[in-house]
């Protein structure tokens, strides 16, 4: 049975495992994010590094245009793959956490997460307050990201009621964690270009140099817009025109998107090459998520990797 990127979002991620070269035990990749990102891209962080070590040179700026929960430009300045890392998201609530964190507000994002002593009346509590700065914007956004179900900021996510093992609405927030997490990527906080911006916009005007690179994680396509607009709160974007502006950049891109027909003939029109890589949850339901670049033959060495099979007729 194939499955749609949708029923792949795992709420703690590192129930995820992918094939590369070996299966990968999510929970042994450094866990920088302090999201719970429905769809965040923890598991295809060894891919991502392969991608980097088989450049010949190594570039000095990542663009990530769909940031997200960011693991994917994290890890690229943490472990030093690029100098710089402009980040892009649209969405206010997860904007104003990365924009906390290049004002400098990272280590008071972790002296509020300890501080805080979670129940659900003080959570009640606390997000029925203004918060005009960025930096409590920013805390309410992760208070919210940790005790809704799976993670999802879009309106009409409930609270947890149960949990995990019965903690309630505190199985998922680990205040020393996330502390540690802010304090950590206070560290590369400088090196952090935020915008809140379209993300196509931004691709733009980074097209012409090549010395930059994209990691490219869009929203859903046609087929997925059901549960696009339940996750996320921008969750339409012109597919075309992104495939449009991979073509035009002097640089490089590495692109992960849900396995659908329509995308692969996007791909095949604009002389993109395809591979698709599986994933395994932890209730053994294989699904397959597409990666899409100017060049993949770096992935051929991985076991149960595959170029996607033409299916002729309906719609070429």
Not at 2 to 29: C, G, W, Y
Not at 77 to 97: G, H, P, T
Not at 201 to 220: G, H, L, N, T, W
């Amino acid at each position: 049975m194939t499955l749609t990127r949708q029923e792949s979002l795992f709420p703690n991620m590192q129930d995820a495992v992918v094939a590369h070269p070996k299966p990968v035990n999510v929970a042994s990749i450094p866990q920088r994010s302090p999201f719970r990102y429905p769809g965040g891209k923890t598991w295809f962080v060894p891919v991502f590094r392969n991608w980097f070590a088989q450049k010949p040179i190594k570039p000095v700026i990542l663009v990530e245009p769909f940031a997200g929960g960011g693991i994917i430009s994290l890890t690229a300045l943490f472990e030093n793959l690029v100098q710089r890392a402009v980040m892009v998201e649209l969405d206010e609530d997860i904007a104003a956490v990365w924009q906390a964190v290049v004002d400098g507000q990272a280590e008071w994002l972790a002296w509020r997460i300890q501080s805080f002593d979670l129940t659900r009346e003080t959570l009640l509590e606390e997000l029925s307050r203004e918060n005009g700065e960025i930096r409590e914007k920013a805390f309410h956004t992760i208070l919210r990201n940790r005790t809704s179900h799976g993670g999802i900021l879009a309106g009409g996510s409930g609270l947890l009621k149960h949990g995990e093992n019965g903690k309630g609405i505190r199985s998922r927030w680990y205040p020393q964690t996330l502390a540690k997490r802010f304090s950590g990527i206070d560290e590369v906080a400088g090196r952090i270009d935020f915008r809140q911006e379209d993300g196509l916009k931004v691709m733009q005007e980074y097209a012409d140099r090549s010395d930059v690179v994209f990691f490219i994680d869009p929203p859903y396509t046609a087929g997925g817009k059901k549960a696009g607009k339940r996750l996320y709160r921008h969750s339409e974007i012109d597919h075309e025109r992104l495939f449009e502006i991979c073509e035009s950049v002097a640089g490089d891109f590495l692109m992960t998107y849900d396995n659908a027909e329509e995308v692969k003939q996007m791909a095949r029109r604009h002389s993109f090459q395809m591979r698709l890589i599986p994933m395994t949850n932890t209730h053994n339901a294989t699904m397959e998520e597409l990666v899409i670049g100017k060049d993949l033959s770096w992935m051929d060495s991985y076991p149960a990797v595959h170029e996607p099979e033409v299916v002729y007729g309906g719609g070429h």
